[in-house]
């Protein structure tokens, strides 16, 4: 068949001869050819590029591998030296968990025998001190004896009275000198007061009472109702107001004794009972200048007294002291002169070391220039220098000093 036989196709206004529809109908037979030639192109680049990446992953995996290999023959040296570590020190350990046990158990048996020790030297005070418990309850059944007869003294009333009396004198004459008081004196009524204190400045003297009536107190300490120790009560103060008048008129004389005197009460409950209990009878007694005292209150009264005294001393013996003080002040004065002196002596002393530093600081410079000086040995260099030099031979022969002229 003829190229020239093969009508012309007209599509629109372009007109398609039979060369243009040949080259058509070749494109298209060979466009699938070309299709399958290029996808079996792209298949083999695919196949080439996937055996390319699985070459990579096997190199990759090879190398994890050598790693993973390399790793676990390091972790086995590891292991190895773990375990001789873990070995010496367990053996270590071992001996010091020995160790210990034996320094516990030496431990132990001292401290067991320390305790056995102690326990004996305990159980031996122990008994030391149930001998002095059995001596102190041998002095307490001594005491209930002594308290036994201290009833029997005070159910007495010339007794009691001499008891009371006792105390009252051991009182005043711990805190008092000797001539600061005196015991039953007779006043120019003809009575006679237990004690009668000396104060300062020619005052009169403090009279100071030691009975006291107890039947009345012990009635009211001992009555059963109340009833009873209501008239127990009356009794006993009845009797004490009594013996404070009988107080401010025996022995509150005008200008012969004080404005007041002291009733001793010989026991402290007795006087808390009394200021509690009976605040009308302790009224009463202020108002006719009488001071109801206990032991404490008598012994702070007579320190009082006693600090009075002890001041009235001082102050006659106030030009005595001042002499002193003049003569101490003499004294000072040379003092103060003697040191003056003593520090002129110390600066003219300090004047001379100033000097003797001068001087030394002199010396010094001049042994400095004399250390700058050049000093060689005899036959060297030096015995060729110019003629203006000078060698001096020194003690030893051995150097010589040159001294260059300055003009």
Request: proline share 2%; no cysteine.
């Given at each position: 068949m003829n190229i020239q036989d093969i009508p012309a196709i007209t599509i629109g206004s372009v007109t398609l001869g039979p060369g243009i529809l040949l080259a058509l109908a070749a494109g298209v037979v060979l466009l699938p050819i070309l299709a399958l030639f290029?996808?079996?192109?792209?298949?083999?680049?695919?196949?080439?590029?996937?055996?390319?990446?699985?070459?990579?992953?096997?190199?990759?995996?090879?190398?994890?591998?050598?790693?993973?290999?390399?790793?676990?023959?390091?972790?086995?040296?590891?292991l190895a030296t773990m375990a001789e570590?873990?070995?010496?020190?367990?053996?270590?350990?071992?001996?010091?968990?020995?160790?210990?046990?034996?320094?516990?158990?030496?431990?132990?048996?001292?401290?067991?025998?320390?305790?056995?020790?102690?326990?004996?030297?305990?159980?031996?005070?122990?008994?030391?001190?149930?001998?002095?418990?059995?001596?102190?309850?041998?002095?307490?059944?001594?005491?209930?004896?002594?308290?036994?007869?201290?009833?029997?003294?005070?159910?007495?009333?010339?007794?009691?009275?001499?008891?009371?009396?006792?105390?009252?004198?051991?009182?005043?004459?711990?805190?008092?000198?000797?001539?600061?008081?005196?015991?039953?004196?007779?006043?120019?009524?003809g009575s006679r007061p237990d004690c009668t204190i000396r104060m300062p400045n020619n005052s009169p003297p403090l009279v100071v009472d030691a009975k006291f009536p107890l039947e009345a107190w012990n009635a009211i300490r001992d009555g059963e109702t109340p009833e009873h120790k209501k008239i127990a009560s009356q009794q006993f103060r009845?009797?004490?107001?009594?013996?404070?008048?009988?107080?401010?008129?025996?022995?509150?004389?005008?200008?012969?004794?004080?404005?007041?005197?002291?009733?001793?009460?010989?026991?402290?409950?007795?006087?808390?009972?009394?200021?509690?209990?009976?605040?009308?009878?302790?009224?009463?007694?202020?108002?006719?200048?009488?001071?109801?005292?206990?032991?404490?209150?008598?012994?702070?009264?007579?320190?009082?007294?006693?600090?009075?005294?002890k001041d009235q001393r001082m102050r006659e013996q106030a030009h005595l002291i001042q002499g002193e003080v003049i003569r101490l002040m003499e004294d000072l004065s040379r003092l103060d002169d003697r040191t003056r002196k003593l520090q002129s002596h110390f600066l003219a002393a300090q004047k001379d070391v100033e000097q003797i530093i001068t001087s030394s600081d002199k010396l010094a410079k001049r042994g400095a220039k004399i250390e700058a000086m050049e000093f060689e040995v005899p036959g060297g260099a030096a015995d060729a220098g110019d003629g203006a030099s000078r060698a001096v031979e020194s003690r030893t022969g051995l150097l010589k000093l040159r001294v260059v002229d300055e003009d």
């Open positions: 290029l996808g079996s192109m792209r298949a083999a680049r695919i196949r080439a590029q996937m055996m390319e990446d699985t070459l990579r992953r096997d190199e990759a995996a090879e190398a994890r591998l050598a790693e993973l290999l390399k790793a676990q023959a390091e972790m086995q040296g590891r570590v873990f070995g010496s020190r367990q053996a270590e350990l071992n001996q010091s968990i020995s160790q210990r046990l034996d320094g516990m158990t030496h431990r132990l048996g001292t401290t067991i025998t320390e305790q056995t020790k102690s326990t004996h030297d305990n159980l031996r005070t122990l008994q030391e001190r149930l001998a002095v418990i059995d001596a102190a309850q041998n002095n307490i059944q001594s005491l209930a004896k002594d308290v036994v007869g201290l009833q029997a003294i005070l159910s007495n009333k010339q007794t009691r009275g001499a008891f009371g009396q006792s105390r009252m004198e051991t009182i005043v004459a711990d805190g008092l000198p000797m001539g600061a008081y005196e015991f039953q004196t007779t006043l120019s009524n009845r009797d004490i107001e009594v013996h404070i008048k009988d107080i401010a008129d025996k022995y509150l004389l005008p200008g012969e004794t004080q404005e007041m005197a002291f009733l001793f009460v010989p026991s402290e409950s007795i006087f808390a009972e009394i200021h509690e209990n009976f605040e009308g009878v302790v009224q009463k007694a202020h108002r006719q200048r009488v001071v109801i005292v206990s032991p404490s209150l008598l012994m702070l009264s007579i320190q009082v007294i006693q600090a009075v005294l």
